[in-house]
């Protein structure tokens, strides 16, 4: 099967957070993008989720695009397994790249740095930047306080729903893949069965 039938962003943490569940999504994510002739890009690092969800892409078959800021090559959190790893100067110019090269964004279970990737995609497809799907992967209930609080956001009218609607959100990850991709039009139903 073609290996760039579509380019699946995602976010996630550099750590392996505290619930096996966690890892155990990381593999079914990247298994899912292997299997079904997908492309991951992500930040480039072998550590926590990032080098679960990266070796398991590769494992069944997909590429790996990564890009990583030269500071944290530095630091050796470079995933060197990478089909084609590629290094920036700045942070900025990561998630520029990552946007450019994704056609859907998935953010899973991670720290500040991924809140704040995944809202920047979700912020840049409100402001109309681009139209790419943005999902949150919301694992063992982790991303459970930040629905709480954006569904205030809502009530307290500094958001709409429309804005919600933006986003796509489910706790299991056979469902909110193949979702992402048949809404950016990159494959027919029938090729993204879940795994």
């Not at 292997?34 to 892409?57: I, R, S």
């Not at 899973?108 to 109309?128: H, K």
Request: hydrophobic share 45%; glycine share 12%.
């Amino acid at each position: 099967m073609d290996n760039t039938n579509f380019s699946l962003c995602v976010y996630c943490g550099s750590k392996p957070g505290i619930d096996p569940a966690f890892a155990q999504a990381a593999a079914q994510v990247g298994r899912w993008i292997g299997e079904h002739g997908g492309q991951l890009v992500y930040g480039g690092g072998c550590n926590g989720l990032m080098g679960t969800v990266a070796q398991a892409t590769l494992d069944a078959g997909g590429r790996v695009i990564g890009i990583i800021p030269k500071a944290l090559v530095e630091k050796e959190w470079a995933n060197h397994n990478c089909t084609e790893l590629i290094v920036v100067d700045t942070m900025h110019e990561r998630k520029r790249l990552m946007a450019e090269h994704s056609d859907a964004f998935l953010a899973m279970p991670g720290g500040i740095g991924t809140f704040e990737e995944f809202f920047e995609v979700w912020t840049w497809r409100q402001l109309g930047y681009h139209d790419k799907p943005v999902g949150l992967l919301n694992i063992a209930g982790y991303y459970d306080g930040l629905m709480r609080f954006l569904n205030n956001s809502v009530e307290q009218q500094f958001m709409g729903d429309w804005q919600m609607d933006l986003m796509q959100m489910d706790d299991d990850a056979a469902r909110l893949l193949p979702a992402l991709i048949q809404a950016a039009g990159l494959a027919p139903e029938d090729r993204l069965d879940a795994v």
